[in-house]
């Protein structure tokens, strides 16, 4: 399910009848990503005077807030498979919210941007589950779950995303969401590979290194060449378990990596890349070269 056109496009009475939902969720075992996705966008939506919940009702915000947020450093994602992260909160409401009825849920959330107008937003498939430490406070553990294979991401989501906290009453059509709790990196998920020859070479003969760094196109669902980066190649004498820099080279237009070394003794050679905020760091296997 997508959330940026819905946010960005629609005015007056939000209209979000049309989010899709991925195929996991589609056999109705769960709403909450659905019911989360218009609450949020009917609690940052100066445009609309409408309830998302009714026509005619404009909730009030609930007696919730959030703190404490913990989420993953990162969030590496690829061309299909279906990544979650979990994210964990401690929850404080009033007196007169009863976290543990049916009519209420609460979950955590990421977006990028401006909250009040973000470009995109990720939800988990399910509700949080809160352990009460307290009248009116409780710890709460909750998912992000990402489909890139449903188009939820382009290439130019990449990147910082914040995170917060949403809480909803089914029963009052109340919501709150407050952002600003956290960071992580939503990474583009990195692949780099190499091959040394000749196999196996004379000693101060050329030992040609080839490779190749990619990364996933969320808007292809393909591995591509990353393109114009600082990439070393590194070597490890068979005996050791220490690789250690030989060089540094750029790869091309298509993300290939190509470069010259004289054999000397036994090894491993690899390729190391050390990672960017859109895509993280990534090692090739080593590939050995038998020396005579």
């Not at 509700?127 to 290439?155: F, M, Q, R």
């Not at 109340?174 to 780099?192: A, H, I, M, N, Y």
């Not at 070479?201 to 808007?219: D, F, M, P, Y």
Request: positive net charge.
């Amino acid at each position: 399910m997508r959330i940026r056109a819905t946010v960005a496009a629609v005015s007056g009475a939000l209209a979000l009848s049309a989010l899709a939902v991925p195929a996991a969720q589609a056999d109705g075992s769960s709403s909450y990503r659905a019911d989360a996705a218009k609450a949020f966008a009917q609690a940052t939506s100066h445009a609309s005077a409408k309830s998302t919940f009714s026509a005619a009702a404009v909730p009030a915000d609930l007696d919730v807030s959030f703190s404490n947020l913990k989420i993953a450093k990162t969030v590496r994602v690829g061309t299909t498979q279906h990544v979650s992260t979990t994210v964990t909160y401690k929850l404080t409401h009033g007196a007169d919210v009863d976290i543990t009825s049916a009519d209420f849920a609460n979950g955590p959330f990421i977006y990028k941007g401006s909250l009040d107008s973000p470009e995109n937003v990720l939800f988990g498939d399910k509700e949080a589950t809160c352990t009460a430490t307290s009248a009116t406070t409780a710890n709460c553990k909750g998912l992000i779950d990402v489909y890139p294979d449903y188009d939820e991401l382009l290439n130019s989501d990449a990147g910082t995303w914040s995170a917060g906290g949403l809480a909803l009453d089914y029963a009052t059509e109340g919501e709150t969401v407050q952002g600003g709790l956290g960071k992580t990196l939503v990474q583009r998920v990195s692949r780099l590979t190499v091959n040394a020859a000749p196999e196996p070479v004379k000693k101060g003969k050329t030992i040609t290194v080839t490779g190749k760094l990619s990364r996933a196109n969320w808007e292809t669902h393909k591995y591509a060449g990353y393109t114009n980066q600082p990439v070393k190649l590194q070597f490890r004498k068979k005996n050791s378990n220490t690789y250690t820099t030989v060089k540094t080279i750029k790869t091309n237009s298509t993300g290939n990596l190509k470069t010259t070394v004289k054999a000397s003794v036994d090894g491993f050679f690899r390729y190391s890349f050390a990672g960017t905020s859109t895509t993280p760091a990534v090692n090739a296997t080593g590939d050995f070269v038998d020396v005579k």
